[in-house]
T-cell receptor
Framework: DTEVTQTPKHLVMGMTNKKSLKCEQH?????MYWYKQKAKKPPELMFV???????INESVPSRFSPECPNSSLLNLHLHALQPEDSALYLC?????????????????FGQGTRLTVV | AQTVTQSQPEMSVQEAETVTLSCTYD???????LFWYKQPPSRQMILVIR??????QNATENRFSVNFQKAAKSFSLKISDSQLGDAAMYFC??????????????FGTGTRLTIIP
């Protein structure tokens, strides 16, 4: 199984809503990522979790709150978003361990959640 | 900080022909990984090919091959016998091979490839 599964595929939310994006993988990867991608742009890294600990936060606004409950699951909690936050949100995982080990694996991506903030 | 540059925003090729997508990068590291990802309209980023910087041999995956020039910091992708299913946005990406805290995958701006039937 080389799949990263993201739910939902599409999400429309108001600026006062609270919603969550979910990402799941069963490849035994211990690094998981959230990327944001605007139309016709490359993905931009938001967060990295390594061994269920947050290892990178790319200065993302606090209205985005990541959570890694276990090694297979990654959530992104959304609250009080702005219309400019509308984008494709991609989850990825890799075999990179981040604990003194060399980066050994490519990142596997999910299909993304298309988020629209109204 | 590492940067990845793709100077061709759009490319087109006739079906069954060969096309080369360019990528250059800037880094002071000696240990790193380079990737080409494909993103079709379905949105999913799909790994096309990977190259470890310490390997001199160019990577090949079926119709896809790279020309890795480490000294020139160049990493181009050649697609042979182009097929309609190859139409997509192609991203070149860099990842450090270093220790903890270097998990970041840095992407170029992408090249949109169109296949002409």
């Amino acid at each position: 199984d080389t799949e990263v599964t993201q739910t939902p595929k599409h999400l429309v939310m108001g600026m006062t809503n609270k919603k969550s994006l979910k990402c799941e993988q069963h490849m035994g990867h211990r690094a998981m990522y959230w990327y944001k991608q605007k139309a016709k742009k490359p993905p931009e890294l938001m967060f990295v979790y390594s061994y269920e600990k947050l290892s990178i936060n790319e200065s993302v606004p606090s209205r985005f709150s990541p959570e890694c409950p276990n090694s297979s699951l990654l959530n992104l909690h959304l609250h009080a978003l702005q219309p400019e936050d509308s984008a494709l949100y991609l989850c990825a995982s890799s075999t990179w361990t981040g604990r003194g080990y060399r980066a050994v694996g490519e990142a596997f991506f999910g299909q993304g959640t298309r988020l629209t903030v109204v | 900080a590492q940067t990845v540059t793709q100077s061709q925003p759009e490319m087109s090729v006739q079906e069954a022909e060969t096309v080369t997508l360019s990528c250059t990068y800037d880094t002071s590291e000696s240990d790193y990984y380079l990737f080409w990802y494909k993103q079709p309209p379905s949105r999913q980023m799909i790994l096309v090919i990977r190259q470890e910087a310490y390997k001199q041999q160019n990577a090949t995956e079926n119709r896809f091959s790279v020309n890795f020039q480490k000294a020139a910091k160049s990493f181009s992708l050649k697609i042979s016998d182009s097929q309609l299913g190859d139409a997509a946005m192609y991203f070149c990406a860099y990842r450090s091979g270093g220790l903890f805290g270097n998990e970041k995958l840095t992407f170029g701006t992408g090249t949109r490839l169109t296949i002409i039937p």
